[in-house]
């Protein structure tokens, strides 16, 4: 995966963002820390939720197996579900979420491309499409009997 380019005002839309259900420690300051639900991840940012609230604008220290703690502000809250953006960008690789996934890596972009349609986020789809089509065996003009 490596660093990538994004455009100002597009990063969220543009990050490859890894869906999850794990439980994790957020550190709204220096003398507390509760339990969250991540519930997807990108080298910019995350989404999860909690029954705290949170102050957009906070800055945040979230606990990422693989990487430690990690600085982040909070963009938003609706309910119980909030994202926060990261200070510095992440390297997924080095993510113990995204290293401890199970399954043929080609499932995998097909259930991220689900999870992207179903959100509404085209330009994801379109990226995860891609992904899909330089995974699959067969290339056009190219056949590997």
């Given at each position: 995966?490596?660093?990538?380019?994004?455009?100002?005002?597009?990063?969220?839309?543009?990050?490859?963002?890894?869906?999850?259900?794990?439980?994790?420690?957020?550190?709204?300051?220096?003398?507390?820390?509760?339990?969250?639900?991540?519930?997807?991840?990108?080298?910019?940012?995350f989404r999860g939720s909690c029954e705290a609230r949170l102050q957009p604008g906070g800055a945040i220290t979230l606990e990422i197996p693989g990487?430690?703690?990690?600085?982040?502000?909070?963009?938003?809250?609706?309910?119980?579900?909030?994202?926060?953006?990261?200070?510095?960008?992440?390297?997924?690789?080095?993510?113990?979420?995204?290293?401890?996934?199970?399954?043929?890596?080609?499932?995998?972009?097909?259930?991220?491309?689900?999870?992207?349609?179903?959100?509404?986020?085209?330009?994801?789809?379109?990226?995860?499409?891609?992904?899909?089509?330089?995974?699959?065996?067969?290339?056009?003009?190219?056949?590997?009997?």
């Amino acid at each position: 995966m490596g660093s990538k380019a994004y455009a100002a005002g597009d990063l969220e839309r543009r990050a490859e963002r890894l869906a999850l259900d794990e439980s994790t420690r957020l550190k709204p300051n220096d003398w507390s820390s509760l339990e969250i639900r991540m519930l997807d991840l990108s080298p910019l940012g995350f989404r999860g939720s909690c029954e705290a609230r949170l102050q957009p604008g906070g800055a945040i220290t979230l606990e990422i197996p693989g990487l430690g703690g990690v600085e982040a502000q909070v963009e938003w809250q609706r309910g119980n579900q909030f994202g926060a953006r990261f200070f510095s960008e992440i390297d997924l690789e080095r993510c113990g979420w995204a290293l401890g996934e199970q399954g043929h890596p080609l499932a995998q972009l097909l259930v991220q491309r689900a999870q992207a349609r179903a959100a509404g986020r085209g330009g994801a789809e379109a990226q995860i499409r891609r992904r899909i089509l330089e995974e699959l065996p067969i290339r056009k003009g190219n056949l590997n009997v």
